[in-house]
């Protein structure tokens, strides 16, 4: 994937902290949304000497990006000043790991430490995203709502995401799931996150 790329992911994952509405919303509006990616592009923003977060923080309001404009302005300044993340105007964040044979669990375990402001569940939405995952699955409030409703986990999201361990290991009894029957995680994942309406009222109509 290419620098900006990279960066555009890690943009999205601050913007759905708290709910992804705002940015899918913006992201129908495909000339707002590449004013959006424009403004806040590494190019951009590495020429910003001052008010550097005030600036951030003015674009995802004014773009309604994310209900947290200040807390999300303040950690991708925070990105922008991590050489682990951002050197030389280009996102490095993965460079290191190119060349490294290691597993998805590790990997996930690297960038975490990496981008402090990421908990699990980001990080693993992220890594299924750019294709760098297919055992991963992001426990978001639609997820863990299926799951709740329906499968009788009775689980608060807040308790899940917050909690690497529980996360985990609730991870790895949906992986089993998924092996019985013959797909990835992670496709799981996406069409939990992208036909979710539909899905509820087949496990509606059809099975209850």
Partial sequence: MKSEDIWEEILIQFCVMGSARPIEKLQVDTERYNDFLEK??????????????????????????????????????????????????KTVFLEDLKNRIIGEDQMRDVLLKKLSSFKIKSISDFMITIGASRGFIAFDTRVVGLLNKYFGLNMKLEKIQSNEILYKKLEGRLRDVCRELGIELSLLDRMLFRFNSAIEYILEVECF
Avoid: G
């Fill in 40 to 89: 806040l592009s590494i190019e951009t923003l590495s020429k910003i000497t001052s008010n550097r977060k005030e600036y951030i923080a003015k674009q995802l309001r004014e773009h309604k990006a994310t209900r947290f404009h200040n807390k999300n302005a303040e950690r991708i300044n925070n990105c922008l000043e991590n050489e682990e993340i951002i050197r030389d105007d």
